[in-house]
C-alpha cells in the first residue's frame, strides 16, 4: 500500500513542502454549501506507495509487477510497470454527481520509459442497479492519437473521440497528460463535453478541439462517481482527479492547468524502502515522525542551507562507494581531526525486529447504524459525524444506493420523503474525511427538492462499516552475521529497537545486511573534523579526507554527523561527524604471542601435605625467602 519513503513525502506536503505539483484544492471546505470552489477526489503522488493524500487504493497491483524509480521519473519517484497494462484503482473522496460540474483527470508520464505505448485514465460512475458508466481517455505514444470514450461498463458500443497530438508519437519525455469534462445539463442525462490537454516536454501546450457526444450510447444518466481507475505501459506520477475544476472547458487557461507559480519543488528523497501493509499510528509533529522513520529505517533527514529537503535511506550503507563527492584536505580544509577505532564500532551480529503480516487480511469491524433520519435540503450541505475506534482504519464515502439492490455494507440511501419515499440517485454528493477518532460524512444536495437519509421502509439508511486487521501481526526477529569477523573480534551484537515501520522479513532482512555491511568490522571513526563552512557537504554524502600533516589518512568517509555554529565577526564553523567506509583488515598479530588464559604450571603444583613434610615450620619458608610460585612447583620436591 506504502513504504515508508511514501510516508516521508506525505508528512513533508502537509509541512507545505511538495517533490510534485500538490494537490490543486486541498482543503475540505465545509462552508460551501453550493459546491462552487474546486475540490481534489483523488490525488495519489504514486511516490513510493498506491495510497493517496485523497481517497484510497481501492484495488493494487502484484507488488512483482512494478517497481518504484527515481531515474526518469518526471518529479521525483515514478511508478514503472514490468510489463504493459499495469493496472490500478482509487476511491475519491467525494463521490461527486452526474449531472455535475466540469472535472479534470491527469497525471505525469515519462514516454522514454515504456513496456508499451498507451496509458489510460477512467473515471467510473455507479448507476441506479448494478451498471455502471464510465469516461476513459486513451494517450497512444506509437500513434500519436489521445482518444475519449463515454459509454456503458461492459457495452462493447460505446463511441470514441480521436484528436492527433502534435508530438506525442515523435517526443518522448516528461508529458503532462490529462482531460476535462464538462458534465453541466438540467435532465436525467448528460451529454459529455471532453477535451484533452497536454505539455509536452519542451513545454508546449497542446489542447484537443472541444467535443460534445451526441451518441444515446454515451450519454451518462444521473450517477455518482465510483472509482478512478489507471492503467499504464510506462513511468506515472501524481494522478489527481479535481471537481469544479473551472467554469467549462474552453476558458482554462494554460497557467493554471500547469500550476503555474503555485508550487516549488523543496525535497529530494531517496529510493522507497521498507514497504507497508498497515502504515503506523503517530503522534507529534511532522518532524519527529520523520525523525522516527529515520530511525527505524537508518536514514538521514535534513534540510540543506537553501532550505530543500534531504531523505537518504539505508541502501547506502550496502555497498563501499569508490568515488567520494566531496574532498576535504590538511592543506586546504582541515582545522583539526580526531581519529579513533573503537571496537565498539563493530556489529557483527545484527537484528533486526520485524511484524510478520502473513495471513492477516481486512475484517469487518463493529457497524454502526445511524439512529436519526436525516433532511438534506435543495441546495444546502450537512456534515455528520461519527465515532471510530482506534483499532479501524480509514474508509471512504458512503455508497448511494437504490431500491434495485440489497445492499447491508458501508451505505447509504436518499428518499424523496421522510417516511421511504423513492430512491434518490445523481442528486446528493457524498464526501468523508476523517480527523482522529472522528469520521465526517458530507451531504450535499444538488436537487431542487429536499432528500431524507431513509431506507424504503422508514428507518435511517445510513449504515458505516469500519475496515480493521483480521488479526494482530507477530513481532518476529531476523538475523545476519558474518562468522569472518566474529573469529577475529568475538561476537559483537546489536538489535534494532522493534518498531512499526518494518512490517515484512525482506525488510528486516534489507536492514540487517545494511547494518552488517557497514558494521562487520571496526572502522575509522573521525570526530570533531572541524573544517572550512563547505555548504555542498551534505548529511550522508562520502567525503575524502586527506590528512598529510598527522594522522597520514587518504580514506572515504560517510558524513553522519554535521554541526555549523557562527559566531559574530568570526567565519562560519563547520564540524562533521565522519565514519569510514572501509576497515584496515583483520588483526595478523604478527610476532605477538599472548598469554595463555590458564597458568601453564597448574598442573605441576603440589598438594598441602607435600608442603608441610618440606616446611614443618613457618621459620623453614621464611629463612629461605622462597617465592610463592617456587612454593607451589615441584622442583627440587622429593615426595
Known sequence: MATATWCVDELLRQGGVHTCPPPRAPLVVKDDTKDERPFTVLYASLHG??????????????????????????????????????????????RFVLPGKVFL??????????????????????????????????????????????????????????????????????????????????????????????????????????????????????????????????????????????????????EEWEQ????????????????????????????????????????????????????????????????????????????????????????????????????????HGDVVDDTVVREIKP??????????????????????????????????RFGTAKTGGTAVKGKVSVSCWREGPTYFVRFANRGTTSVWTVTKDGKPSVRIVPIRRSADPKQRTYAKWNSTSQKHYGKQQYTAPPTDWVQASASASFLSNAMLAAGRYPVPLLGDVEVLHDPRIQLGDVVRVVDTAGAELDTLAWVVGIRTTHAGGTAPQQTLTLRGTAYNGAPADVGLIPDGPVDPAYGKQRKYVRLSAQYTTLSDLTTKAISYRTLLVTTGDTA
Open 105 to 254: 483527470v491527469e497525471c505525469w508520464v515519462n514516454t522514454a520509459l515504456a513496456r508499451g505505448n498507451v496509458v489510460e485514465m477512467s473515471a467510473v460512475f455507479d448507476r441506479s442497479g448494478t451498471k455502471t458508466g464510465f469516461i476513459k481517455a486513451s494517450f497512444n505514444i506509437s500513434t500519436g492519437v489521445v482518444g475519449i470514450t463515454s459509454g456503458t461498463t461492459g457495452v462493447t458500443t460505446a463511441p470514441t473521440v480521436t484528436w492527433g497530438i502534435d508530438k506525442l508519437a515523435s517526443l518522448r519525455g516528461n508529458w503532462h497528460m490529462g482531460f476535462i469534462v464538462d458534465t453541466a445539463s438540467t435532465g436525467t442525462a448528460v451529454a459529455p463535453t471532453v477535451q484533452p490537454r497536454l505539455t509536452a516536454p519542451d513545454g508546449t501546450h497542446r489542447v484537443g478541439g472541444k467535443y460534445t457526444f451526441t451518441q444515446e450510447s454515451a450519454l451518462q444518466p444521473i450517477s455518482e462517481l465510483n472509482r478512478i481507475d489507471l492503467t499504464t505501459d510506462m513511468a506515472v506520477e501524481c494522478l489527481q482527479v479535481t471537481d469544479r475544476v473551472w467554469a467549462d472547458t474552453e476558458t482554462y487557461p494554460p
Open 379 to 412: 441546495g444546502t450541505a450537512v456534515v455528520v459525524q461519527y465515532a471510530m475506534a482506534e483499532d479501524e482504519n480509514d474508509i471512504g464515502p458512503l455508497v448511494i444506493t437504490d431500491d434495485s439492490v440489497v445492499n447491508e455494507g458501508h451505505r447509504v
Open 49 to 94: 506507495g498506491f495510497n493517496s493524500t485523497y481517497g484510497q487504493p481501492e484495488t493494487l497491483p502484484n507488488p512483482a509487477t512494478y517497481d518504484w524509480i527515481r531515474e526518469g521519473a518526471p518529479f521525483e519517484i515514478a511508478l514503472m510497470p514490468k510489463a504493459a497494462g499495469l493496472t490500478a484503482s482509487w476511491m475519491p473522496r467525494s
Open 260 to 363: 503555474r507559480g503555485q508550487w516549488t519543488k523543496g525535497a529530494v528523497l531517496d529510493t522507497p524502502e521498507l514497504p507497508l501493509y498497515d502504515i503506523p499510528k503517530v503522534s507529534g509533529s511532522q518532524w519527529d515522525v520523520i525523525t522516527e522513520i529515520a530511525r527505524a529505517s537508518m536514514s538521514t533527514a535534513e534540510f540543506d542551507e537553501q532550505g530543500v529537503f534531504r531523505w537518504r535511506g539505508p541502501s547506502r550503507f550496502t555497498k563501499v562507494p569508490a568515488v567520494p563527492d566531496h574532498t576535504v584536505t590538511t592543506s586546504r580544509d582541515i582545522a583539526s581531526i580526531t581519529v579513533t577505532e573503537e571496537i565498539d564500532a563493530c556489529r557483527n551480529h545484527c537484528e533486526q525486529p520485524y511484524q510478520d503480516w502473513n495471513g492477516i487480511k481486512a475484517a
